[in-house]
């Protein structure tokens, strides 16, 4: 593999494939997909760039998920953001749950009109609100390629480039495959490049390493809502699917059998963690009947691919579970935004999915797969509509533009020593990883952590250059660790409970802290306060 030498101000012909764009998307997930059409579709000409393949890699592509998919009647649409508000701490704004809602519709009747084999209800009528991940990403990708975009698979980018004003003018990064690097030079950037789960064996999931986080924070873009990171899902423990919802008909018990008290996948979570701490619990998913049953095995059926290899039949045998850690990718922080674009804070960025806060739809709690479906159909078309917009507003022809390496960790030709990247994810996942730290969170047990990650990103810091061999491996271990520091930073700054935000030594919801956390910096974390929007009349009243 060819190296890029780095310094300050870059040769843009110093990769082995170098590409024009007016708009580069970071991403091939749903949200990078929709994004990709979005802009293709405003006449820009746009590059997609992923680092596994377009829609078969990341979480959706991996099984099904639900969709926030609600008709256009206003009495179901106010009672789907309330039924919502409570969970996420009252942190969310209508206006957004409504325009999410609006876009939501509009895009999966499109995917009917492009194709997508919806089911049918007993009267005929299209079920909606259910995708299988496998079928509609195979759609997204074709739908991409027929707009004309460019595609890199399997070529993770490094970072992102700005020109001398500052504002992003494309990314550069490696081809796995053929063993060589690439460039683009592009008008604007939409990352879409997902969350966090920090590598902890969840399906679909291991691609998921905060990498647009960091590169975002290497320019000085902002974040919100990481203080609501540490979400956990239930899988098998010897498995690693993390669909969830099915767990709703499940008897959680101690080894012997008998029903472990509060055990719940909903509002009962935190027993099974608690339990989890001492001994074993099993799972029989005894409360479904045979219909419900036989829809289960059609909507997911990788769920049940690792217990039939097993020999389990779930809904009569008991089999043991476990909980793997999500992070931003089940839970609701990422990047700020700062208007309906779904611009950032660093001109000419955009982000999308899980690569963004989605506090604006869920608060404080996870959207699970419904509401995380809907974001990243909704943001990804708008930040591609915005970065195509961007785009035409007169900015300098990206092949003119002098382009600028922010020279980030890992990327830094300083003479020192590289990194082990292994050593450093194994010494983040035994921060984050542990209930008594993140699930069960105090104010000791996140600053001993925090003090740990911080005396890593240390010595991180001033590391060289990594070989071309590691260099991938070593930017995803500092983007886990970068993505950990602003988690523990936020929520020593929330001493309460809110969402999936549990402080054991703050067991309450304290009403005057109704606010966003925002976090940026790298070698110092600053946290700065933004106020939520105004409550409604009905959730005065709750």
């Known amino acids: ?78 009672a789907a953001m309330e039924s919502r508000e409570k969970l996420g701490g009252y942190l969310q704004d209508r206006a957004w749950m409504g325009r999410v809602l609006d876009r939501t519709y509009e895009s999966v009747n499109l995917l009917a009109e492009w194709g997508y084999p919806f089911p049918h209800d007993d009267n005929g009528q299209p079920h909606r609100t259910n995708l299988r991940g496998p079928d509609y990403m195979r759609l997204m990708r074709r739908r991409v390629l027929r707009s004309g975009v460019f595609i890199l698979d399997h070529s993770p980018a490094l970072e ?14 490696v ?6 690097t690439w460039l683009v030079r592009a008008k604007s950037v939409v990352l879409a490049s997902g969350g966090c789960a920090f590598l902890s064996g969840g399906l679909g999931c291991n691609v998921l390493t905060g990498d647009g986080y960091l ?7 902002e974040f919100s809502g990481m203080e609501f990171s540490n979400a956990y899902a239930i899988s098998p423990a010897f498995a690693s699917v993390t669909k969830t919802l099915f767990y709703n008909w499940a008897t959680f018990t101690y080894e012997d059998g008998t029903p472990i008290p509060g055990a719940a996948s909903h509002g009962g979570r935190s027993v099974i963690a608690r339990t989890l701490l001492t001994q074993p619990v099993y799972c029989r998913i005894d409360k479904a009947d045979e219909r419900t049953q036989a829809l289960m095995r059609a909507s997911q059926p990788n769920f049940f691919v690792p217990l039939d290899r097993a020999g389990v039949d779930p809904f009569r045998q008991r089999f043991p579970v476990t909980l793997r850690l999500e992070g931003t990718v089940r839970g609701t922080g990422g990047l700020r935004l700062v208007d309906e674009t779904c611009a950032t804070t660093v001109p000419g960025l955009y982000a999308a999915g899980d690569a963004a806060t989605r506090e604006l739809v869920c608060g404080g709690f996870t959207g699970g797969g419904s509401h995380n479906a809907a974001w990243a159909m ?35 030709a300083n003479g020192a020593a590289e990194f082990d990247p292994g050593a450093l994810v194994r010494a983040v996942q035994a921060e984050v990883f542990p209930y008594q730290i993140n699930y069960f969170r105090t104010a000791d047990g996140l600053s001993a952590a925090l003090d740990r990650l911080d005396r890593l990103w240390t010595g991180v810091r001033v590391a060289g250059q990594s070989s071309a061999d590691r260099v991938v491996k070593a930017r995803e271990a500092a983007a886990m660790l970068a993505t950990s520091r602003f988690m523990y930073r936020s929520a020593l700054a929330r001493p309460e409970s809110r969402g999936m935000h549990k402080r054991e030594d703050h067991p309450r919801l304290d009403d005057a802290q109704r606010h966003h956390l925002v976090s940026s910096g790298l070698d110092e974390i600053t946290i700065s306060r933004r106020p939520a929007a105004e409550r409604a009349p009905q959730e005065m009243a709750a």
Do not use: H
Request: net charge positive; hydrophobic share 45%; aromatic share 4%.
């Open 378 to 412: 909704s943001s990804g078309f708008w930040a591609g509509a915005g970065a195509a917009d961007y785009a035409r507003q007169g900015v300098a022809a990206s092949i003119d533009r002098r382009l600028r390496s922010a020279r980030g960790i890992a990327l830094r």
């Open 1 to 78: 593999m060819s190296v890029i030498r780095l310094s300050e101000t870059i040769d843009s012909n110093a990769a082995s494939l170098v590409r024009d764009a007016d708009v580069l998307v970071i991403g091939g997930g749903p949200a990078g997909a929709w994004a990709a059409c979005s802009a293709a579709a405003a006449g820009a000409q746009v590059a997609l760039v992923d680092k596994g393949c377009c829609g078969t890699s990341g979480a959706t592509a991996s099984a099904g998920t639900g969709v926030w998919y609600v008709p256009p009647d206003a009495s179901k649409r106010l």
């Open 215 to 221: 590169m975002a924070a290497e320019l000085g873009a």
């Open 175 to 180: 081809r796995r495959q053929v063993g060589d």
């Open 160 to 173: 992102l480039l700005t020109d001398e004003a500052g504002a992003v003018a494309g990314a550069r990064g």
